[in-house]
């Protein structure tokens, strides 16, 4: 007696039959999406990175030189880790497409 149940070819067979459409569907939806994505990686990264960058820049000149008494400093550096937060989510978007 075997410890797994034998599956017949035929019950297996109209499950990838019944699936194929639904399959091509989602194939149809995720390429050309995953395409638009790869193709507009670079400018998304040197646009976040750049906005991470200035942002936390600005964030620390306006703290350190007191200029802006009622500046939003921890707002700001939010702000701009957020925009680093958002790389990383659009590339783990770009990796689920690309499966």
């Known amino acids: 007696?075997?410890?797994?149940?034998?599956?017949?070819t035929r019950s297996h067979s109209i499950r990838s039959l019944a699936s194929a459409p639904l399959r091509f569907a989602w194939d149809l939806l995720r390429l050309p999406l995953l395409g638009l994505l790869v193709l507009l990686a670079p400018a998304v990264q040197f646009v976040c990175g750049g906005l991470l960058i200035f942002g936390i820049f600005v964030s620390i000149a306006f703290r350190?030189?007191?200029?802006?008494?009622?500046?939003?400093?921890?707002?700001?550096?939010?702000?701009?880790?957020?925009?680093?937060?958002?790389?990383v989510l659009y590339y783990g978007l770009i990796a689920l497409l690309s499966r």
């Open 1 to 8: 007696m075997t410890a797994f149940p034998i599956m017949s």
């Open 64 to 87: 350190v030189s007191g200029v802006g008494a009622a500046f939003p400093f921890w707002h700001m550096i939010g702000a701009s880790l957020g925009f680093g937060a958002f790389i």
